[in-house]
T-cell receptor
């Protein structure tokens, strides 16, 4: 079973920041937090990952709480093309990723 | 999709026939994976391979077989023993064990068996 908990769905207005939460209260010290997204009928796309520090790349920012029991993926200016299912996954990196059902993000014009 | 090719994109077969799905990568990744996705569900692991000529069963291996004769290729055969083969099949690859850069996915093959 997936070791993360995410809301089933969220809406976001186009141009606003989308903040997607994830709970991973049983995360181990050597496990990373990964975020992927899947646009309908396509393969999942890697977004970002982190261990304990906050991370930012051209797609998103990842904020991990100090106790590492939860994290938030931030899409700073959501567009209609960001409508997708977003998966939060914890993994040490040396085993296959385990996907839950993710959060279905709908960006609304 | 970044260097992982799955073909074909859509595949139709009659019940009782075996079918092989192709997955090729040119990323020089050591590890490769096969997942299955049903409508509205997450991905479930079928098989994975961390090195050539070796592979391990995932959570739902029954009715499937794989081979890993080359680093670049990891074909999946859906046999007639698979009770519900109609699904979206996704192949992925990664740099392998002890590497934390995550997995990269192909575009998927949608298999319909009637």
């Amino acid at each position: 079973d997936a070791k993360t908990t995410q809301p089933t769905s969220m809406d976001c207005a186009e141009g606003r920041a989308a903040n997607l939460p994830c709970n991973h209260s049983t995360i181990s010290g050597n496990e990373y937090v990964y975020w992927y997204r899947q646009i309908h009928s396509q393969g999942p796309q890697y977004i970002i990952h982190g261990l304990k520090n906050n991370e930012t790349n051209e797609m998103a920012s990842l904020i991990i709480t100090e106790d590492r029991k939860s994290s938030t993926l931030i899409l700073p200016h959501a567009t209609l093309r960001d409508t997708a299912v977003y998966y939060c996954i914890v993994s040490s990196g040396n085993t296959p990723l385990v996907f839950g059902k993710g959060t279905r993000l709908s960006v609304i014009a | 999709d970044g260097g992982i090719t799955q073909s074909p994109k859509y595949l139709f077969r009659k019940e009782g026939q075996n079918v092989t799905l192709s997955c090729e990568q040119n990323l020089n990744h050591d590890a490769m994976y096969w997942y299955r996705q049903d409508p509205g569900q997450g991905l479930r692991l079928i098989y994975y391979s961390q090195i050539v000529n070796d592979f391990q069963k995932g959570d739902i291996a029954e009715g499937y077989s794989v081979s890993r004769e080359k680093k670049e290729s990891f074909p999946l055969t859906v046999t007639s023993a698979q009770k519900n083969p109609t699904a979206f099949y996704l192949c992925a690859s990664s740099f392998g064990t002890q590497d934390t850069r995550g997995q990269y996915f192909g575009p998927g093959t949608r298999l319909t068996v009637t």
